[in-house]
């Protein structure tokens, strides 16, 4: 149910803001979690979230104390069970994977070519990982070439096979990602470029790296987690560690709020996690950003996150523009 009202809302914010001049459109899901089916007390709580959904009651970030308890319990048994899954055949134990649902409805919005489904991102059956990485690439035709590769997290988070799910489009690689959150900025930042410098070479031709996603990094200086480092900070990682070829790196979508962490969404608790990211070559003619905008809902119905929405034109002298959605 959560993933058709998902699915629903995009498709139609898609609909009516994506042009015939656009050259490509492109959307990044977040947190659209898969897991294997030999655990049925994550199916049934998954039931009943979208039980209390339907009462109209309560919302993404809105549900009662005594669900939160029982999540928390559920994630401590499907860690303790994964042991007990590698024994069994994956022939056996099937997959839940709500993407399916979320690509139907957006490729009747015009994006049909998706990558991430079919347990692209979870691990092999003999690691010890419950979810895949969330994360779900549409676009308007098809990649070149696609794939994922993981952040091998650590912690409380080795449960959660993060990582980069990446498509090529002649020269451009679009990278789609949601950062950990229980290691340092430092660390995260180190980590994701190593994931680039792994994926850059098996794309040639690539002049312009356009990165999405949740980077739990604020764009907000200072930020509002003194613990946690701006995306600044990550602009410089990756003009100092990709190689001297690539001189540039932009952040697309400015400062914009899109996330509040409680349900009346009050202004003093919006913070900016989630970003659109421009790394070019040396010699790539600048972009230009048409328009940014985030679309609130403010029921919580869906997320906690507003919808980024980034319009633009890599290439000035082309006159492309290109449609992001995040």
């Known amino acids: 149910h959560g993933a058709k009202l998902v699915g629903g809302h995009l498709a139609e914010a898609v609909h009516t803001r994506s042009t015939p001049s656009h050259d490509l459109i492109v959307a990044c899901v977040q947190e659209a979690w898969a897991f294997r089916c030999g655990q049925p007390w994550a199916t049934l709580l998954r039931a009943l979230q979208d039980a209390l959904l339907r009462t109209g009651r309560y919302a993404g970030n809105h549900e009662p104390w005594w669900i939160t308890i029982l999540a928390y319990f559920v994630i401590f048994l499907m860690a303790v069970s994964q042991v007990l899954l590698v024994l069994v055949p994956d022939r056996y134990c099937g997959l839940y994977d709500?993407?399916?649902?979320?690509?139907?409805?957006?490729?009747?919005?015009?994006?049909?070519?998706?990558?991430?489904?079919?347990?692209?991102?979870?691990?092999?059956?003999?690691?010890?990982?419950?979810?895949?990485?969330?994360?779900?690439?549409?676009?308007?035709?098809p990649a070149d070439a696609s794939g994922f590769v993981t952040f091998g997290l650590s912690g409380a988070e080795k449960p959660l096979n993060k990582g980069v799910i990446w498509a090529h489009f002649g020269e451009v690689l679009v990278c789609c990602t949601h950062f950990g959150f229980t290691t340092s900025s430092y660390e995260r930042c180190r980590v994701f470029c190593s994931v680039l410098r792994a994926v850059l070479p098996s794309n040639p031709g690539v002049n312009?790296?356009?990165?999405?996603?949740?980077?739990?990094?604020?764009?907000?200086?200072?930020?509002?987690?003194?613990?946690?480092?701006?995306?600044?900070?990550?602009?410089?990682?990756?003009?100092?560690?990709?190689?001297?070829?690539?001189?540039?790196?932009?952040l697309l979508s400015g400062a914009a709020p899109t996330y509040w962490p409680l349900p009346s969404y009050p202004e003093d608790s919006a913070d900016a996690l989630d970003h659109i990211i421009l790394v070019q070559r040396d010699g790539v003619e600048s972009a230009r950003t048409i328009s940014v905008e985030v679309l609130v809902d403010t029921s919580c119905a869906f997320s906690d996150h507003g919808v980024l929405v980034v319009d633009v034109q890599l290439s000035v002298a082309r006159g492309v523009p290109i449609l992001l959605w995040l």
């Open 98 to 141: 709500p993407k399916a649902r979320l690509a139907k409805k957006l490729a009747g919005a015009g994006l049909p070519h998706a990558v991430g489904l079919g347990g692209l991102s979870l691990k092999p059956h003999h690691a010890p990982c419950t979810l895949d990485s969330g994360v779900l690439l549409c676009a308007s035709r």
């Open 208 to 250: 312009q790296v356009l990165l999405l996603g949740d980077f739990n990094m604020s764009s907000i200086c200072p930020p509002p987690n003194p613990d946690s480092l701006p995306v600044v900070a990550l602009l410089d990682f990756l003009e100092g560690s990709l190689g001297p070829e690539w001189v540039s790196a932009e």
